[in-house]
């Protein structure tokens, strides 16, 4: 199994916005791969800015390439991220793993 994680943050005053817009792209895009097993996210609020930790399960390295593309390691990217003032790291990271418990 390949979990996949991205972080990003945005102001506060758009956090409830940015997880709503979050759940409408990177979520459900993820969800409508074949291959995926689900997704996570963590929210964790830092003094003005409001921070996004997503992770999505996946079944192979083939599966992640049919979601994000040949250079995976990029982050993807949405229509409409600007507007919530959306920081994103750059690279996301595959990390292989034998199980998850509790998923």
Not at 25 to 33: A, F, K, P, Y
Not at 36 to 58: D, M
Request: glycine share 8%; hydrophobic share 40%; net charge negative.
């Amino acid at each position: 199994m390949i979990v996949r994680t991205w972080h990003g943050c945005v102001p506060a005053k758009h956090a409830e916005g940015f997880a709503e817009h979050l759940q409408m792209t990177g979520v459900q895009h993820s969800q409508g791969i074949e291959g995926n097993l689900g997704a996570l996210i963590k929210r964790v609020s830092q003094g003005n800015w409001e921070h996004f930790f997503l992770a999505t399960y996946w079944q192979d390295i083939d599966a992640v390439k049919a979601f994000a593309g040949e250079d995976y390691h990029v982050a993807l990217t949405y229509q409409d991220d600007e507007q919530f003032e959306l920081l994103s790291d750059p690279y996301v990271f595959q990390h292989e793993v034998e199980q998850v418990v509790g998923l």
